[in-house]
T-cell receptor, first 113, second 113 residues
């Protein structure tokens, strides 16, 4: 299994609180991604990173920010959580070659009450 | 832009039945194509891939052939098992675009004994 660890695995919090999810990899892969998965929407890309301190927005980036200060860590922050951000969040990593697949973590189930 | 269209589910089959999940794509150039599988409570994991036209990817009895003339990558298995019950995602990636992948919406397969 690719070395990807997401933390926490489950979190329940209240509307308006800040939340940070962590993705940690041991593969030294260049690319890292954050997705959310919701019923009826498949996987939607939130933000991605193509190197240390190099990040960009995905298709559903509003309300989210990211940081990557080290190759191995990619943090996703909800500055002020809303109920619409209740979802399952997946981190993925990929080596540089387009022929390589993405490798996914086991997800974080986030509930915002 | 790139897009991936999968046959809508859910799909319910009896054990030992034949499976086909259709996948078509739209992309410029020559993308790599992937099938991922997601078991309950887990992240996506690579099932098989094909990187050029007429390549056949195979794994665990599943097969898919990269058909450039029909822009398709249909997933097939001759005899499904209960343990194949999962969500299946078709995806593509190109050697540009920061390694991002485009995913289909997923097809849920349930196999009954």
């Amino acid at each position: 299994d690719a070395g990807i660890t997401q933390s926490p695995r489950h979190k329940v919090t209240e509307t308006g609180t800040p939340v940070t999810l962590r993705c940690h990899q041991t593969e030294n892969h260049r690319y890292m991604y954050w997705y959310r998965q919701d019923p009826g929407h498949g996987l939607r890309l939130i933000h991605y990173s193509y190197g240390v301190k190099d990040t960009d927005k995905g298709e559903v980036s509003d309300g989210y920010s990211v940081s990557r200060s080290k190759t191995e860590d990619f943090l996703l922050t909800l500055e002020s959580a809303t109920s619409s951000q209740t979802s399952v969040y997946f981190c993925a990593i990929k080596d540089g070659d387009s022929n390589q697949p993405q490798h996914f973590g086991d997800g974080t189930r986030l509930s915002i009450l | 832009g790139d897009s991936v269209t999968q046959m809508e589910g859910p799909v319910t089959l009896s054990e030992e039945a034949c499976l086909t999940i259709n996948c078509t794509y739209t992309a410029t150039g020559y993308p790599s194509l992937f099938w991922y599988v997601q078991y309950p409570g887990e992240g996506l994991q690579l099932l098989l891939k094909a990187t050029k036209a007429d390549d056949k990817g195979s794994n665990k009895g599943f097969e898919a052939t990269y058909r450039k003339e029909t822009t398709s990558f249909h997933l097939e298995k001759g005899s499904v098992q209960v343990s194949d019950s999962a969500v299946y995602f078709c995806a593509l990636s190109r050697n540009t675009n920061a390694g991002k992948s485009t995913f289909g919406d997923g097809t849920t397969l349930t196999v009954k004994p």
